[in-house]
């Protein structure tokens, strides 16, 4: 028989309910909420990675209240949790202070190489004071793609001597999921090694170490003795199952070059104890027979307290031991106040016609009519560059040589003494001879009148065609056109060196005009004229400047496969 409730037994639970409700409440009587935590998100997603890398973070902002314990967040499998964004692992835990404020922790997504395909997973917030927060985590793994990877580049090898060998450039192989050896192959004129020690062409990587490290591949260019010019090949990596990787390679088979000193920052001024010419003795490379090329370079640097303003006439000399003359190999002017140091050697000039008179012990004459003692310091060196000459022997006689300075050569527009200036030679060419050309250097000087329609005079301005008569009969031209001046790479200048002149230009060497016969000659004797095309002086000058002069020289080269003796040139 169920009690009915005495009042006692009533007033006891009212007075346990009071109690209870007391306890509920503040200090100031008001309701106290319970301990929380929450986060920003409900769901995180992450782009696709392949199996066994990682993601980039993704930032969770998390946020507690009135929690007096710390607070444990640990994500599911093939996700990891981080609290500053460097060190992540399976969980991390807040403590009581860090859980009462707002914090970022960073989730990201770490398939493992097993697990393919979309995976889902949760980070799980959680401790005793609260509901259990969740995130929920999804992301894709792909399935590790199977290639050959190469770690670097190779550049091109550049200049390399033929006949030697280039230092080696490096690149790494590197498996991604092998399952075969991979083997490299190499074409055109280059070698390969994985040691830098034994070069072939074909070399072999196990699959198994190179998915695992890097391993490297050493290449260099072998250029042989006739592989002149660019060169190219490839290096080809295979391996079963995955697709080729292939490596360009190039490089630039050049001529071995002898090089000798000659001039060596030489000062030539006009007094202060300095001459405007100087000779030396030089050795020079003693065999020729695998030399194709002989290049000389002329260097023009200024010495303390500056070069010389004006533009001059100057020129390199060798001796002909035979007749004891000096025949000029190269001519040039030198820049308005400034050195050639724009060019990296300098000018440039084949000297090669002069080979016979270029071998071992040689003398030199260098002239620069410079009017001042400040002038210039010149430096003259020489490359032998070897190869297969077209000819084994060459031979060089003078035919004409008007050309020591800038007004001793041939006056233009008036009458000539002919005994003074012999324009007309009889030459006879060896019955050996091969090949048979003419050289000229040829430059005009002053400034005479009647000028041209285009008020140039002559013969720095005018632009003329002189003719070669062989035999009478007009055989090569010689046009003194204009030549860009205004783009010469030595600029800028101090004076006025842009205006084309006629064939020339300050801060620039002198044009070689090389013609060669049609026929070897051999055997033969024919006449020789240089006839400057007509015009005639007033006998004024502009600016009280010089009348017209052509300062010339003129050599004939012989050729030959057996041994060849020079020309014989007479009046």
Same mark, same amino acid.
């Given at each position: 028989?169920?009690?009915?409730?005495?009042?006692?037994?009533?007033?006891?639970?009212?007075?346990?309910?009071?109690?209870?409700?007391?306890?509920?409440?503040?200090?100031?009587?008001?309701?106290?909420?319970?301990?929380?935590?929450?986060?920003?998100?409900?769901?995180?997603?992450?782009?696709?990675?392949?199996?066994?890398?990682?993601?980039?973070?993704?930032?969770?902002?998390?946020?507690?209240?009135?929690?007096?314990?710390?607070?444990?967040?640990?994500?599911?499998?093939?996700? @990891?949790?981080?609290?500053?964004?460097?060190?992540?692992?399976?969980?991390?835990?807040?403590?009581?202070?860090?859980?009462?404020?707002?914090?970022?922790?960073?989730?990201?997504?770490?398939?493992?190489?097993?697990?393919?395909?979309?995976?889902?997973?949760?980070?799980?917030?959680?401790?005793?004071?609260? $509901?259990?927060?969740?995130?929920?985590?999804?992301?894709?793994?792909?399935?590790?793609?199977? @290639?050959?990877?190469?770690?670097?580049?190779?550049?091109?090898?550049?200049?390399?001597?033929?006949?030697?060998?280039?230092?080696?450039?490096?690149?790494?192989?590197?498996?991604?999921?092998?399952?075969?050896?991979?083997?490299?192959?190499?074409?055109?004129?280059?070698? =390969?090694?994985?040691?830098?020690?034994?070069?072939?062409?074909?070399?072999?990587?196990?699959?198994?170490?190179?998915?695992? =490290?890097?391993?490297?591949?050493? *290449?260099?260019?072998?250029?042989?003795?006739?592989?002149?010019?660019?060169?190219?090949?490839?290096?080809?990596?295979?391996?079963?199952? &995955?697709?080729?990787?292939?490596?360009?390679?190039?490089?630039?088979?050049?001529? &071995?070059?002898h090089n000798y000193q000659t001039f060596d920052s030489q000062r030539i001024a006009f007094g202060g104890g300095f001459n405007q010419t100087v000779t030396n003795t030089y050795a020079l490379h003693n065999d020729l027979?695998?030399?194709?090329? =002989?290049?000389?370079? &002329?260097?023009?640097?200024?010495?303390?307290?500056?070069?010389?303003?004006?533009?001059?006439?100057?020129?390199?000399?060798?001796?002909?031991?035979?007749?004891?003359?000096?025949?000029?190999?190269?001519?040039?002017?030198?820049?308005?106040? &400034? $050195?050639?140091?724009?060019?990296?050697?300098?000018? @440039?000039?084949? *000297?090669?016609?002069?080979?016979?008179?270029?071998?071992?012990?040689?003398?030199?004459?260098?002239?620069? @009519?410079t009017w001042g003692s400040d002038g210039w310091e010149l430096s003259v060196d020489f490359d032998y560059v070897e190869g297969t000459p077209d000819y084994q022997y060459y031979a060089i006689a003078d035919v004409i040589s008007f050309d020591d300075w800038s007004t001793s050569g041939v006056p233009y527009g008036t009458t000539i003494d002919p005994t003074t200036w012999d324009l007309t030679k009889t030459v006879s060419i060896p019955a050996n001879a091969e090949a048979t050309q003419l050289r000229t250097i040829i430059s005009g000087w002053g400034h005479a009148t009647p000028v041209d329609s285009d008020n140039r005079p002559c013969a720095e301005w005018c632009f003329r065609t002189h003719d070669v008569k062989i035999n009478g009969a007009n055989m090569f031209q010689h046009n003194m056109a204009p030549m860009g001046c205004n783009s010469n790479p030595v600029q800028p200048q101090s004076g006025n060196w842009t205006p084309d002149r006629a064939g020339w230009c300050p801060g620039m060497a002198v044009p070689v005009r090389k013609d060669t016969f049609s026929t070897s000659m051999s055997g033969s004797t024919f006449t020789f004229e240089y006839d400057y095309e007509d015009w005639t002086s007033d006998g004024g000058t502009t600016s009280g400047q010089t009348g017209a002069y052509y300062a010339t020289s003129t050599f004939v080269v012989v050729k030959s496969s057996t041994p060849i003796t020079k020309p014989t040139v007479s009046n």
């Open positions: 028989m169920k009690r009915k409730p005495t009042l006692k037994n009533l007033i006891y639970t009212f007075l346990a309910f009071a109690i209870l409700c007391t306890a509920c409440k503040s200090d100031d009587g008001t309701s106290e909420a319970p301990p929380s935590f929450s986060a920003t998100q409900s769901s995180l997603s992450f782009s696709a990675v392949i199996a066994g890398q990682v993601s980039a973070s993704r930032p969770l902002t998390v946020t507690g209240a009135r929690l007096t314990q710390s607070v444990n967040i640990s994500a599911s499998q093939q996700f @990891e949790v981080s609290k500053d964004n460097t060190t992540f692992s399976t969980s991390v835990s807040l403590s009581t202070s860090e859980a009462n404020q707002s914090q970022t922790i960073y989730v990201r997504f770490a398939p493992t190489t097993a697990s393919l395909g979309e995976i889902t997973g949760t980070l799980t917030m959680s401790s005793s004071e609260f $509901d259990t927060v969740q995130v929920s985590l999804t992301g894709n793994s792909l399935e590790i793609p199977r @290639e050959i990877q190469i770690i670097g580049t190779v550049n091109s090898f550049g200049d390399v001597n033929v006949g030697t060998i280039s230092s080696a450039q490096t690149v790494q192989v590197k498996g991604l999921d092998l399952e075969n050896n991979v083997t490299a192959t190499v074409t055109g004129l280059f070698e =390969i090694s994985t040691d830098n020690i034994t070069f072939s062409n074909s070399t072999t990587y196990d699959y198994t170490a190179i998915n695992t =490290i890097a391993e490297n591949l050493y *290449v260099r260019f072998i250029p042989g003795t006739t592989d002149l010019g660019a060169q190219t090949g490839t290096i080809t990596l295979t391996a079963t199952g &995955v697709s080729d990787k292939v490596i360009s390679l190039s490089g630039t088979g050049t001529a &071995v070059r027979s695998n030399i194709e090329q =002989i290049l000389m370079y &002329v260097q023009l640097r200024c010495p303390t307290g500056g070069c010389n303003a004006w533009d001059v006439y100057a020129n390199i000399k060798v001796k002909d031991t035979d007749s004891g003359d000096f025949y000029e190999i190269g001519r040039y002017i030198t820049p308005y106040g &400034v $050195d050639n140091s724009q060019l990296t050697r300098g000018f @440039e000039i084949d *000297v090669t016609d002069f080979k016979s008179l270029l071998e071992g012990n040689t003398e030199l004459y260098a002239r620069i @009519e």
